[in-house]
Structures are given as C-alpha cells and as structure tokens.
C-alpha cells in the first residue's frame, strides 16, 4: 500500500515507456517512409528527444517539467508537416500527425502521476 510519502519508482510509468516507443518509431519511420532529406532529419531529431524525454521521465519520475516538455514535443511534431512543408508527402504527414498527437496525449495523461510522484518527493526528509 503507497501513501504520499512513498517515493515514486523509477522505470515503472506506463506513460513514458509509450512516449519512449513513439519517439523510436519516429526516428526509425524514414525507413519505410518516402522522405526528403529534411523530412527525415526532423523525423530522426524530434523522435530522439522524444524518446530522451521518456527516459529521462522514467528515471526520474518527480520531476513534472519533463511531462510539459514531452507535450510541447508532441506539438511540434504534429505541426511539423506544416512548419517543414511536408503536406504533400502522405506517410510522412499522417506519421507526424499519429505520433505527434499520441505524445501529447501520453503527456496529458502522465501530469498527474508525474504531480503525485513530486509532492511524495517533496514531502521526504
């Protein structure tokens, strides 16, 4: 039984471990994608932070600006068709949007476990 002074454990939210396979198929998705090289590049960085992100949300699930920053990394990759001018290329376009709408989502759905895990931090001595 847990209680608000136990410690959150590390490497257990179900959360950042999507957020980590999210930002891998990000990176990895110009393999099956037809893709121009900034395409590929900004599939390749935004997935790596994302999945960075995640494994710095699952070592250290206390600390609540990794959520926020794993949500603004899900907006900018469903905006990023726009922003790099990749509308046009289907796979690529519906992968951003997927995966970038999913990362938002497990971000949304993290802040509170990540909120609950920084006040029992907080409250240890």
Same mark, same amino acid.
């Given at each position: 039984?847990? %209680? /608000?002074?136990?410690? #959150?454990? &590390? =490497?257990?939210? =179900?959360? %950042? ?14 393999? =099956?994608? %037809? ?17 960075? %992100? ?5 070592? /250290?699930? *206390? ?10 990394? *899900? ?6 068709? =726009?922003? !790099?001018?990749?509308?046009? !290329?289907?796979? #690529? ?15 949304? &759905? #993290?802040?509170? &476990?990540?909120?609950? &895990? $920084?006040? *029992? !931090?907080?409250?240890? $001595?």
């Amino acid at each position: 039984m847990s %209680d /608000m002074t136990t410690p #959150a454990r &590390a =490497w257990t939210r =179900w959360q %950042d471990w999507a957020e980590v396979v999210l930002g891998v198929v990000a990176v990895l998705s110009p393999l =099956w994608l %037809d893709t121009t090289n900034p395409v590929t590049w900004t599939l390749i960085i935004l997935g790596a932070l994302i999945a960075l %992100d995640g494994l710095f949300s699952l070592a /250290m699930p *206390g600390v609540v600006y990794g959520e926020y920053v794993q949500i603004v990394l *899900g907006i900018l990759l469903f905006i990023s068709p =726009w922003v !790099m001018g990749f509308t046009d !290329m289907t796979g #690529a376009m519906w992968s951003a949007f997927i995966l970038g709408a999913l990362t938002l989502i497990m971000g949304l &759905a #993290a802040l509170p &476990a990540a909120n609950t &895990a $920084h006040r *029992g !931090m907080a409250g240890q $001595h």
